[in-house]
């Protein structure tokens, strides 16, 4: 059931180094109906957050409070570039087309000049082959931090098979992420549009290939979190 994994709040010690790999993803209304046909992959992700107001709102009818935990510079990301900077943690970021990962990454080395970048690499594997040699690379380099923007399944299936090499430190997936710190910098969502959660229209306004999203997939995305959630407590009983 995915519910049961979601976490209500984001704690620093999930980044301290542990006997395995930590996973870290994310769920929103859109990622929730992927991953629910991906039950095998989702239960390889140690947890699991709220990314977007809409589907913590969701969550919250489960009895407790959720709040958003997204991987952007208006959340998550500036608490885990600001401690991987105190702490001195390796840090690679890997996720979509070539280039973008480059120029996305000049922002956060201006933002945090101490930060420890172990290295960066575009999302795009020619093959098996070349994709699994990258994982053995980066389990042979072993930093403490790898961020990954893929999109779901594909970023969640490669976190996972990351920690198969025996990597252990903390993965992030990260979604579009880079793709919008590449285009806009660190202050991609405007002001008006974190203030009043209202990130998800300036991201159709943005991206306008997101609005069949947002308007076919969210409204189907209630429909079967109502029905998980009665299924969840119905178990409970």
């Not at 952007?72 to 570039?81: C, H, K, N, V």
């Not at 970023?155 to 198969?164: G, P, T």
Request: proline content about 4%; aromatic content about 16%; some cysteine.
């Amino acid at each position: 059931m995915l519910i049961n994994k979601v976490k209500n709040h984001f704690s620093d010690d999930v980044m301290e180094r542990k006997e395995a790999a930590r996973l870290v993803s994310f769920l929103n209304p859109y990622s929730y109906l992927i991953m629910r046909k991906e039950l095998e992959l989702y239960n390889k992700i140690d947890s699991f957050y709220c990314d977007g107001i809409l589907f913590a709102k969701a969550m919250q009818l489960t009895g407790k409070k959720f709040e958003r935990v997204s991987f952007d510079m208006t959340s998550l990301a500036p608490r885990i570039f600001h401690y991987a900077q105190q702490k001195k943690l390796s840090i690679y970021i890997i996720g979509s087309e070539p280039g973008v990962v480059e120029k996305a990454s000049l922002s956060f080395k201006a933002l945090y000049p101490g930060l420890k970048f172990a290295g960066l690499r575009h999302g795009f594997f020619d093959t098996p082959v070349e994709r699994e040699n990258f994982l053995r690379e980066l389990y042979e380099l072993a930093p403490d931090i790898v961020v990954v923007g893929m999109g779901a399944p594909a970023q969640e299936r490669f976190i996972a098979d990351l920690k198969a090499t025996g990597w252990k430190g903390t993965a992030f997936t990260c979604g579009g992420f880079l793709h919008q710190t590449a285009s806009s910098g660190v202050n991609y969502y405007p002001a008006w549009a974190d203030r009043l959660n209202l990130r998800w229209l300036y991201r159709m306004y943005d991206e306008p290939k997101l609005i069949k999203r947002y308007f076919i997939y969210y409204p189907l995305f209630f429909i079967v979190f109502i029905y998980d959630l009665l299924s969840f407590k119905c178990k409970k009983f």
